[in-house]
Nanobody, 131 residues
């Protein structure tokens, strides 16, 4: 069981990237998948989440209106489209699977996405936003 993030790169402020989270060993549409990021010297923070149990999504305030999370069940892949990128978006980005298959991502709006609630972490993909 593994998730692999890809699609990172270097872009100028205002640019766009699309990250992919591919699953191996399980079907994504039976789980909630979250995107996290970790900048140097900072804690890992939840960015976005999508749950197939109820179709809900979650976005952190810092990315709301700029990032969009979608899923392609046929490709067993979840995407994070990132527009209007800012230097503060620079980080390693990871995807992970919530430990509760019935988790509703909308519940994160009353708290946060907690990395400890997620598993099946893969390697991250680096996003660098710089002029």
């Amino acid at each position: 069981v593994q998730l692999q993030a890809s699609g990172g790169g270097s872009v100028q402020p205002g640019g766009s990237l699309r990250l992919s989270c591919a699953a191996a060993g399980f079907t994504l549409d039976n789980h909630a998948i979250g995107w996290f990021r970790q900048a140097p010297g900072k804690e890992r923070e939840g960015v976005s989440c999508t749950s197939n149990s109820d179709g809900s999504t979650y976005y952190a305030d810092s990315v709301k209106g700029r990032f969009t999370i979608t899923g392609d069940n046929a490709k067993n892949t979840v995407y994070l489209k990132m527009n209007s990128l800012k230097p503060e978006d620079t980080a390693d980005y990871y995807c992970a699977r919530h430990k509760d298959p019935w988790y509703s991502c909308s519940s994160a709006y009353t708290g946060s996405l907690y990395p400890a609630d997620f598993g099946s972490w893969g390697h991250g993909t680096l996003v660098t936003v710089s002029s």
